[in-house]
């Protein structure tokens, strides 16, 4: 199930999400919607509407110090946040010793993050990236439409993936966030 897109437009961070719930051939088309604001974050998920509630509503996404670097900040401060939330929710699972999550996006001081069901952390260089089962038509799309308006591109991914994936369903939800503006630092008189 599921198509979201991340797209990164100069400061601002466009996502987009579907709104299919998908269970084999039995398809929902759901109110609560997989693209949201947690904080200062834009988070998309896939894999479970449930990991996606507990991340919206449950997680508390921990300020980062102005001196840690981003990427470093997501791979411990925010994932460690992340998994304590799923393990809390009932929803992260253990087998041979090894702990998973889900899949979902990041947008986050102007940058797009995927976080993997294996926890690891990735940032795409093109600057946009796909997730779910209509990602590689989603992909195709962003590849096509560089040069146009970042929501414009956003919403034809999403189409693009309906068009072609059964389980890929609007309405969309469309949704951008600006980089925070860097912290000032004064010097002590």
């Known amino acids: 199930m599921t198509c979201i897109v991340g797209l990164v437009d100069g400061d601002r961070v466009w996502m987009g999400g579907d709104s299919a719930g998908v269970n084999g051939l039995d398809i929902t088309v759901r109110a609560d919607t997989k693209v949201f604001r947690n904080g200062d974050s834009l988070i998309g998920f896939t894999s479970s509407f449930r990991m996606g509630q507990l991340l919206h509503y449950r997680l508390e996404v921990p300020p980062r110090e102005h001196d840690v670097d981003l990427f470093r900040y997501m791979v411990v401060d925010f994932v460690d946040a992340v998994r ?50 209509g990602s590689d038509y989603a992909l195709g799309s962003l590849a096509s439409t560089v040069g146009q308006p970042p929501e ?37 008189a």
Not at 84 to 113: I, P, Q, W
Not at 167 to 185: C, D, E, K, M, N
Request: aromatic letters at 8%; charged letters at 20%.
């Open 152 to 188: 414009e591109r956003v919403l034809k991914a999403l189409e693009c993936a309906e068009l072609f994936n059964g389980g890929v369903r609007a309405p969309f939800t469309i949704q951008s966030s600006l980089r925070r503006p860097q912290l000032a630092l004064t010097e002590a």
């Open 84 to 133: 304590n939330c799923l393990k809390d929710g009932g929803y992260a699972h253990r087998s041979n010793d090894v702990e998973t999550g889900g899949t979902f996006m990041v947008g986050l001081e102007g940058r797009l993050f995927t976080v993997q069901s294996d926890y690891q952390v990735g940032e795409a260089v093109r600057g946009y990236h796909a997730i779910g089962c």
